[in-house]
């Protein structure tokens, strides 16, 4: 079992950054890839970026690409996500996600292989 929660969220201009945490409980926390999905009113939770259990391969939307990136530490059980260049279309609940799969790097955006999430967490770009 792995709680998440999320935080760092909040009210930013354009061109702003802001970083995002996504802290797990559970001494299994190195043994899951994590992903962040985002969801604006109205529409799907979408793909945003993702983590390997190690670190070692991150993935990024085509939409972020350039502007975010992911990192985690598993000694302090948490993963970030640092979001540059801020635009109003990244307005969303931003959530972090676990999944227990050894096939990451085919399921990482995939919403449904998500395994555990968290509650989400505002972040609103104002223009």
């Known amino acids: 079992q792995v709680q998440l929660v999320e935080s760092g969220g909040g009210l930013v201009q354009a061109g702003g950054s802001l970083r995002l945490s996504c802290a797990a409980s559970?001494?299994?926390?190195?043994?899951?890839?994590l992903g962040w999905f985002r969801q604006a009113p109205g529409k799907e939770r979408d793909f945003v970026a993702g983590i390997s259990w190690s670190g070692g391969s991150t993935y990024l939307a085509d939409s972020v690409k350039g502007r975010f990136t992911i990192s985690r530490d598993n000694a302090k059980n948490t993963v970030y996500l640092q979001m540059n260049s801020l635009k109003p279309e990244d307005t969303a609940v931003y959530y972090c996600?676990?999944?227990?799969?050894?096939?990451?790097?085919?399921?990482?955006?995939?919403?449904?292989?998500?395994?555990?999430w968290g509650q989400g967490t505002q972040v609103t770009v104002s223009s």
């Open positions: 559970g001494r299994t926390f190195s043994s899951y890839s």
């Open positions: 996600a676990a999944i227990r799969n050894n096939d990451y790097s085919n399921t990482y955006s995939i919403r449904d292989e998500y395994d555990y």
